[in-house]
């Protein structure tokens, strides 16, 4: 399948879980896909981009190893996603990342996510907490900047910071879980 092809494809994905899951598992069987789907997902300006970011978000949720030969350019390339349904599950992505790499069992992401891919994340993730973005990614980076601050000296009072600055003016959602992190961070 081309990039033309795969982009074609991407205009059936919806919200759906069915189809999302779908795609992911198509991509999933054809790796070669990879490439031309982060090809779509960073042509940050078209909308089709944001059912790439689906279909990614999916894939990865399924079968995060497939992304490892691509760490450096998804990690060289976040920072570019500005569109709301392609941020979230980008958001979400670096989240999986992170989580992976700090578990307690032992996988390929810990051999493959370096300090260089941590970094891009932690600076993507915090433009996002400062940025007028909505709940959810905002969400996921409270997490990925929680799991990576255990490591990362100055990351945790950056996030004490932002999180009480914004505590007032943001959702219930954010609160709520700026409450959990807050009490984590603390503890």
């Not at 042509?43 to 497939?66: H, N, P, Q, T, Y």
């Not at 450096?72 to 392609?86: N, P, Q, Y």
């Amino acid at each position: 399948m081309t990039t033309a092809q795969l982009y074609n494809e991407l205009n059936y994905v919806n919200h759906s879980r069915e189809k999302r899951l779908y795609y992911a598992n198509l991509v999933i069987s054809q790796p070669k896909l990879i490439p031309e789907l982060m090809d779509i997902l960073f042509s940050v300006d078209d909308k089709v981009s944001c059912r790439a970011a689906w279909v990614f978000e999916f894939m990865c949720g399924e079968k995060l190893e497939a992304i490892i030969p691509y760490l450096d350019r998804f990690t060289e390339s976040i920072h570019k996603v500005h569109l709301d349904s392609a941020v979230r599950p980008v958001a979400k992505v670096c989240e999986y990342l992170v989580k992976a790499y700090y578990s307690k069992s032992i996988n390929s992401i810990q051999m493959s996510l370096n300090s260089k891919h941590k970094e891009k994340i932690v600076e993507s993730c915090f433009d996002w907490m400062i940025n007028d973005e909505k709940i959810a990614p905002k969400a996921y980076a409270m997490n990925t900047l929680f799991l990576l601050g255990n490591n990362i000296d100055w990351i945790h009072p950056e996030l004490v910071l932002i999180l009480e600055r914004d505590y007032q003016t943001q959702s219930a959602g954010y609160k709520a879980r700026a409450r959990q992190i807050l009490k984590k961070i603390k503890a």
